[in-house]
Structure formats: C-alpha cells, structure tokens
C-alpha cells in the first residue's frame, strides 16, 4: 500500500459518503446521453433512406417509359416527315381519297403526341435563342433577319420526359452577319 492509500482513515472516507453513488450516477447519464445521440441519429438515418427510396420510386414511375418513348420518337419523325412531304398546296389539289388518308395520317400524329405527352414526354421548344442543353446545332446559316443565335430552322423535334432531355432538337441557328465590305473600304 502506499503512503497515501494508509493515511485514508474511515473517517476522510466518511468526508464523501456518496462519492461513489455519483460517480455511478455520472456514468449513467453520459451512457442515456450516448444513447440518445444514438437513437437521434438512426431516427435521421431512417427518415433519409426513407426520403430517398421516394425518390428512386417516383423516378423509376416517372423515368420507366424512356425506352419505350425513345423508341416511340422514331414514329412520331415518320408521321412528321409523311406530313412534311404533302404541302397544304398538293392537299387542296389532291381527290378525297388522298385527303382521307392525309387526314389519318395528322390524326394517328396528334393522338401519338398527346399519348406522349400523357407519359410525361413533351416536345422542346424551338422558338428563340439556341440552347446547347435543349438544342443540337447542324448548321449555321445566314439569318435573314432573324437575331444571330437564335433557332432559323427545325430539322428534327427534340423531346423531354420529365425534366430530362430525352433526345435534343436538331437545329439550324443564323449565324453572325459579316461587317459590310463598304465600311471597310471607305477607311482605307
């Protein structure tokens, strides 16, 4: 034993009689504080997996026809082209059969679209500015009084499903008109 283990008589043990009650009661709260911290964290973890199988499932609902509607798209380029190729001129033109079936034909176009649209799948917009994340450029070509950036031409509808680009319109964009040679030659 050391020196000051014998000098500890019963009577300085008797100073603090419930010293060791409280250093028990100490461990204990500091055992129902890490477990709270405990139970406080796995409640959060819980509601975050929760929150994010949410999101998967409503994704996966609002994304599981993007195959499908990629393949769709090809059909809907047919019925455009099919429609493209017979100019409101030829259709006064044509005999009631060629109308009938012209008719069908923008009918079956509009009903694919709207079932497209029903899915979530929507046609880009193609008026104005060009944008490199809704728009593909092919080409630029003179303006002719359309603002430089800005779309001339449709070559092919792009397509959304939900907030994401499903494929990007294919565009041609007037390009900057070139100084006039006159200002030029006028300084020299």
């Known amino acids: ?3 000051e283990q014998e000098t500890q008589t019963p009577e300085t043990m008797d100073d603090n009689p419930h010293a060791a009650e409280f250093a028990v009661l100490e461990a204990l709260r500091a055992e129902v504080e890490a477990l709270k911290d405990q139970r406080l964290r796995a409640l959060a973890e ?6 994010r199988a949410d999101k998967e499932k ?3 609902s609002q994304y599981a026809v993007t195959k499908f509607a990629r393949d769709m798209l090809g059909i809907a380029d047919n019925f455009a082209r099919a429609l493209a190729a017979c100019p409101p001129a030829l259709r006064e033109a044509a005999d009631a059969q060629v109308k009938a079936v012209l008719d069908g034909v923008e009918a079956t176009d509009r009903q694919l679209l709207a079932t497209l649209e029903r899915y979530g799948v929507r046609q880009v917009d193609t008026s104005g500015k060009f944008d490199p994340n809704m728009h593909q450029a092919i080409a630029e070509v003179p303006g ?7 779309i001339v031409d449709v070559m092919q509808t792009g397509f959304m499903i939900g907030d994401r680009l499903l494929r990007p319109a294919m565009v041609t964009v007037a390009r900057r008109e070139a100084p006039a040679a006159d200002s030029v030659d006028a300084k020299v």
Do not use: H, I, K, Y
């Open 46 to 51: 819980a509601e975050n997996v929760r929150r």
């Open 144 to 150: 002719n009084g359309t603002p430089a950036g800005n």
């Open 1 to 3: 034993m050391s020196d």
């Open 58 to 60: 409503l994704e996966a």
